[in-house]
């Protein structure tokens, strides 16, 4: 296989599910679809626990001593919230995702946006997100996107039968990010060590509790402002380390 495959799976099983979920939307009345959010919510926030979970591993402790971990994921979280904020990212995307509607069929579908938003924080979050692509660019395989890739379809399929277009929307964001990993490991190798894809994971996996929050109509978290976390954790954990 070709360097850039493993994006090149995940994009087509997206597209594949997105197109399964949004044809038998119709089928289902509105109490189904609500359970179909709810139980999306309730997968979405496993899937946040564990990606949370990376945090409990020995090798975050032994580098950066006891209590390091959640601290940086704390400072990370706050201090990229403020700046996602202050660049008003997640207006951004919404306004990038009302821009994408328009050349969709159901350009009428006011949860397209969401869709859009929540399947690419959702598909691009993760330690499979971020050593896949790496893994794929440094040509050692691309077995990490193909499973990411099964995860994906089966999650697209649900998102879709609720969010309709706009999840399919979300493998652009999908070619933008992995795209630009497997880039950087072809040309830069492993630039991030262990530690610090332990630590975005754990990071991502509290925005992926916030995209949970907001499916369950908890609390509508702004979490595409709290996107600039996933680039400050692995930085701490250099200054720190």
């Not at 975050?60 to 008003?88: C, E, F, K, R």
Request: proline share 2%.
């Amino acid at each position: 296989m070709f360097i850039g495959s493993g994006t090149v799976i995940n994009i087509i099983a997206v597209l594949i599910g997105s197109t399964l979920g949004v044809f038998i939307a119709h089928r289902l009345n509105e109490k189904i679809r609500d359970v179909v959010t709810d139980g999306l919510g309730l997968v979405t926030g496993m899937i946040a626990v564990l990606t949370c979970a990376s945090i409990t591993n020995p090798l975050l402790s032994d580098t950066l001593g006891a209590g390091w971990p959640v601290l940086i994921v704390l400072a990370s979280v706050v201090v990229g919230g403020m700046l996602g904020t202050a660049m008003q990212i997640e207006e951004r995307l919404e306004r990038a995702g009302d821009r994408l509607k328009a050349k969709f069929s159901d350009a009428g579908s006011s949860r397209f946006t969401e869709g859009f938003v929540a399947a690419s924080l959702l598909f691009c979050v993760g330690a499979m997100s971020v050593l896949g692509p790496i893994t794929d660019g440094l040509g050692s395989g691309n077995e990490i996107l193909v499973l990411k890739s099964t995860l994906d379809f089966f999650a697209s399929i649900a998102f879709a039968s609720v969010f309709g277009w706009g999840v399919a929307a979300s493998v652009l964001t999908i070619l933008v990010f992995q795209g630009s990993l497997t880039a950087l490991g072809y040309v830069l190798g492993n630039f991030m060590s262990e530690v610090q894809v332990l630590m975005l994971s754990a990071t991502g996996g509290l925005l992926i509790l916030g995209i949970a929050l907001r499916l369950l109509n908890i609390r509508q978290i702004p979490v595409g402002n709290m996107l600039p976390a996933l680039v400050i954790a692995p930085v701490l954990v250099a200054i720190v380390a």
